[in-house]
C-alpha cells in the first residue's frame, strides 16, 4: 500500500457539490481506500475558466491505496460533471544528503586534482 495525495476541484455550485463530495468519498470508500487526512481548502478563483467556470471547491486528501486502484477511481471521476480536475500525486520521501553549512563546493577542477593526486601517491609507494 502507498500514500498518495488526491486532490478534487468541485464546481462551486453547493446543492450539486455536497451530493458529488458524498459520491466521491463512497467512491474511495468501496475500492477500499484509507483516507488518512481531508481538508477543505474552500472556494478559489481558477487561472482560467473550465466548463465555464470561473470558482472552483478544492479538496485535499492524503490516502493509503493500492497504485492499481488509481485507473479505475480516474474512470468513475471523469464521469462526474461536477468534478472539474482531480489529481493523484504519490508521496516519495527521499534521503537529502546534506554538506556542512560552512563547506564549500569543489569545483570541477578540484575535483580532477584530487583523483591525479591520488594516482601519483599510488605510484610513489611501489
Not at 464546481?11 to 488518512?36: I, Y
Not at 487526512?37 to 493509503?64: H, M, P
Not at 471521476?77 to 482531480?86: A, D, E, F, G, K
Amino acid at each position: 500500500m502507498n500514500k498518495y495525495e488526491f486532490t478534487v476541484v468541485y464546481k462551486a455550485e453547493e446543492p450539486q457539490r455536497s451530493e458529488a463530495v458524498k459520491a466521491v468519498e463512497a467512491l474511495l470508500e468501496s475500492k477500499k481506500v484509507n483516507v488518512l487526512n481531508r481538508k477543505e481548502w474552500g472556494l478559489k478563483t481558477l487561472a482560467y475558466e473550465i466548463d465555464k467556470c470561473d470558482k472552483g471547491f478544492y479538496i485535499f486528501y492524503e490516502v493509503e491505496m493500492d497504485g492499481q486502484e488509481i485507473a479505475s477511481i480516474e474512470r468513475e471521476l471523469r464521469l462526474n460533471p461536477t468534478i472539474l480536475r482531480h489529481l493523484f500525486v504519490k508521496e516519495v520521501y527521499h534521503k537529502i544528503k546534506r554538506r556542512p553549512f560552512n563547506a564549500k563546493p569543489k569545483t570541477q577542477d578540484e575535483e580532477s586534482d584530487a583523483v591525479v593526486n591520488k594516482d601519483e601517491e599510488g605510484a610513489h609507494e611501489e
